[in-house]
């Protein structure tokens, strides 16, 4: 068997090298890797090599993903690379053709018809993101949300589609969310209002309807659609109204609603609705500032923050027609307590930053 091998690589080695060199992939490699490169294709991956006539100026990817394992042993090698050659869209991404090789992708029945769709996008680079993420491909949404992704436009008035389709991408490739009940009318909501409710990937803080839609903690939640439309709407105070919608524990409280109308009520005076979010979060409310953005100031007489925070529950209370939430106030009573008998750098420093927040320009 080794002989016959041998016998076949010997026989087409001449025309393997003029492939190679056609396609300027020679000079990838050194005489021991291209020797043992050589030696190790199998015959469905040398007829695939040799059979390959597409014109080599059509090829706007790396030349190297032509001779990549996984596509080689594929039977329909040469549509696949006639396929990927029809791709005009993707100017400055083409590097990102790598995803569409991995093997869950190539093994996909929806190949062809993802790369047809791909094509009609504005652009291809966001849906070169996920086209070969496998929680994506297996998606019971999967055709619907990639015909989301190369259709949709920005519906506000900033007009940042990418946002839009980051957005979308991230949502679609979510196994938390696509396993959940609100996967399709998350979607809705986000091409609803668009990019002035958005943040892109890997944006801090959390603070919009982009990482609600994905968050396990608001998934479970009977009031996710709700906490979505009210986010959307109310991007200004998002990074405190964010991290009270995704806290387990404030989810479980009686004023919990009463948390959220307040905060929205209110939203105009930013520091009070940092107050009902230090309320309801604790410590949490000072990671969730976005500092970048914004400088809080209070008067000077509101240095004593148990004395704040009693005013906070008091306004809940009447807001609440008159339900007090005895155990959420032991809670804020004890995460006090406890700030105060910390180490002292670190009580100090937390104290120092909440006083910061509240004093006079």
């Known amino acids: 068997m080794v002989n016959k091998k041998c016998k076949i690589l010997n026989s087409n080695v001449s025309e393997i090298m003029n492939q190679l060199k056609k396609y300027n992939i020679l000079d990838k490699f050194n005489s021991k890797e291209l020797e043992k490169w050589v030696l190790k294709l199998n015959r469905l991956e040398m007829n695939n090599l040799l059979s390959l006539n597409v014109e080599p100026e059509c090829i706007k990817f790396s030349s190297e993903l032509l001779i990549d394992r996984n596509l080689l042993n594929t039977l329909d090698y040469n549509e696949r690379i006639a396929a990927l050659v029809s791709i005009q869209n993707a100017e400055g991404w083409y590097h990102l053709f790598d995803r569409m090789l991995n093997p869950e992708f190539l093994n996909s029945a929806k190949f062809y018809q993802d790369i047809e769709t791909l094509k ?94 994905t968050s396990p903690v608001s998934l479970k939640d009977r009031y996710h659609l709700e906490n979505m439309e009210i986010l959307a709407q109310n991007y200004e105070i998002g990074n405190f109204l964010y991290v009270v919608m995704t806290d387990s524990r404030v989810i479980k409280r009686k004023n919990y609603r009463t948390i959220i109308e307040e905060m929205v009520a209110n939203k ?31 008067e000077e007489n509101y240095h004593n923050l148990e004395e704040l925070l009693k005013q906070v529950e008091d306004q809940l209370y009447i807001r609440g027609k008159n339900v007090r939430d005895v155990e959420y106030k032991e809670v804020i009573r004890y995460e006090i307590e406890c700030n105060e008998n910390k180490d002292n750098n670190q009580s100090l420093s937390v104290r120092n930053s909440v006083r910061r927040l509240f004093k006079k320009k």
């Open 268 to 298: 105009n005076d930013i520091c009070y609705v940092f107050l009902v979010c230090y309320y309801a979060v604790g410590e949490k409310a000072i990671k969730a500032q976005n500092r970048c953005l914004h400088q809080y100031f209070y």
């Open 120 to 213: 009609r996008a504005e652009c291809a680079q966001t849906p070169l993101w996920i086209i070969g993420d496998p929680v994506f491909i297996h998606s019971p949404y999967h055709d619907e949300d990639f015909e989301l992704l190369v259709t949709a436009k920005d519906k506000s008035e900033k007009d940042f589609d990418f946002v839009v389709w980051d957005t979308i991408a991230t949502i679609a490739s979510n196994r938390v969310s696509i396993y959940s009940e609100y996967h399709r009318q998350d979607l809705q909501t986000i091409v609803k209002y668009g990019s002035k409710s958005l943040q892109m990937s890997h944006s801090y803080p959390e603070s919009t309807i982009h990482y609600l839609a």
